[in-house]
């Protein structure tokens, strides 16, 4: 075969293995896109709601009494259950009696001998008074009968006092509750001798209805309550760290602030004050520690939005909202005051924005959204509600 057929015939073969390779190649498959991803939002407004700011506190029983002896003697015996709540006037402890009914019975017996002497030495009185008026018998020995009379007055006032004293003493050998409150345990056993300068604290009795609460602003947060409060008492919300865990039930405590110190603590730069909070059923003890919400003020509208939808990186704060295409737009915000339940922010959002709660992880600008409202259980005011912040009704 010739060199030009050789050719020919290649170049027919590879046209012909072209064509049928075009005719064979299937077809590109369309692409498609991705599922719109699921989250929840939360929408913005700008509203009034009442600005809370919270601190660390202590509770601090508003009464606290040691229980001493106040006569001397042996423990008979111990009448409370220990940690039990008591009331003003229960009977606590008894002390021996016997010593202190004797003295009382001597102090009785002695007025009523020198009530005796009295009327003799009045009777002699009377009987010598006509006599010396007529010069039958010496002044001096009448004179010597009224001073015996004034004596003996004065001696049966000493013995009404000695009795009173012996009944009293008697009366320190049952001790009583000088209070309503919660009790601790006892610090003598039965058997023991109490008395002043001797085992003398028996045990205390706290009041814990109301019970206080301590906590400490800084001295800028102070002049920030100070200027822009609503009230003069301040309301107060305390809440138990970890009690809406689920495991336990979560109370709401409700007070005011009806204290602050006249100083600031140089070591601190902190200022003490106090909230006296309603603890009816007696549940929040003496030393707990606890979140304080202090209500400031109400008369300000401001855009609140929960901590937990903020996402931060090198620019900085921003959240991720829903457009009006229902797709992911970042939006950049300046914050300013945060607590645990809102933050405020000062710049970035106007209001009506649809803030994405969930999700985070996979959220990218301009991702499909398929949108689910839980602004009434998710969002500030809803947070406030759980919390006891927003005033009966809202």
Same mark, same amino acid.
């Given at each position: ?56 506190g ?7 009494? &040691? =229980? +001493? %002896?106040?006569? /001397? !003697? *042996?423990?008979?015996?111990v #009448?409370?259950?220990? @940690?039990?709540? $008591? ?52 002044r ?33 050998? &049952? =001790? +009583? %509750?000088?209070? /309503? !409150? *919660?009790?601790?345990?006892? #610090?003598?056993?039965? @058997?023991?001798? $109490?008395?002043?300068g ?106 609140l ?55 985070f ?32 009704g809202?």
């Amino acid at each position: 075969m010739s060199t030009t057929r050789l050719i020919a015939f290649l170049v027919a073969a590879c046209l012909l293995s072209g064509c049928r390779g075009e005719e064979e190649a299937p077809a590109p498959a369309q692409q498609q896109e991705p599922p719109a991803l699921q989250v929840e939002y939360i929408a913005v407004a700008k509203e009034q709601v009442p600005i809370w700011i919270e601190y660390t506190g202590k509770t601090e029983a508003s009464q606290r009494v &040691e =229980i +001493t %002896a106040r006569v /001397s !003697g *042996r423990l008979e015996q111990v #009448l409370f259950n220990e @940690g039990d709540y $008591v009331n003003e006037g229960d009977p606590l402890f008894i002390i021996e009696k016997d010593t202190y009914e004797a003295a009382l019975a001597r102090a009785k017996a002695n007025l009523e001998r020198n009530r005796a002497s009295l009327t003799l030495a009045e009777k002699d009185v009377e009987r010598y008074t006509p006599l010396v008026a007529e010069d039958l018998a010496p002044r001096a020995q009448l004179d010597q009968y009224k001073a015996k009379v004034a004596e003996l007055e004065a001696t049966i006032k000493a013995d009404e006092a000695a009795i009173k004293d012996a009944e009293v003493n008697l009366g320190y050998t &049952e =001790i +009583t %509750a000088p209070l /309503s !409150g *919660r009790i601790s345990r006892k #610090l003598v056993d039965v @058997g023991n001798v $109490v008395g002043p300068g001797s085992n003398a604290v028996l045990t205390t009795i706290v009041a814990n209805d109301p019970m206080y609460v301590y906590f400490n602003p800084t001295e800028e947060n102070f002049q920030v309550m100070r200027q822009h409060k609503s009230q003069d008492r301040m309301d107060a919300v305390v809440n138990v760290p970890g009690s809406d865990s689920g495991l336990i039930k979560r109370e709401i405590y409700r007070g005011k602030v009806d204290f602050s110190d006249n100083r600031v603590d140089q070591a601190t730069g902190t200022i003490t004050m106090r909230a006296e909070i309603a603890n009816p059923e007696h549940s929040l003890l003496e030393g707990t520690f606890v979140y304080v919400e202090v209500m400031v003020t109400q008369d300000v509208s401001m855009i609140l939005i929960p901590p937990g939808v903020v996402q931060e990186d090198q620019q900085g704060s921003f959240v991720y909202t829903a457009d009006e295409n229902d797709t992911v737009k970042r939006v950049n915000i300046t914050s300013g005051y945060q607590s645990r339940h809102y933050l405020i922010v000062t710049d970035g959002l106007s209001g009506g924005e649809r803030i994405l709660a969930t999700g985070f992880a996979k959220l990218r600008p301009g991702m499909k959204l398929e949108l689910t409202d839980v602004t009434d259980t998710r969002g500030v005011r809803a947070v406030f509600r759980e919390q006891g912040m927003l005033p009966a009704g809202e």
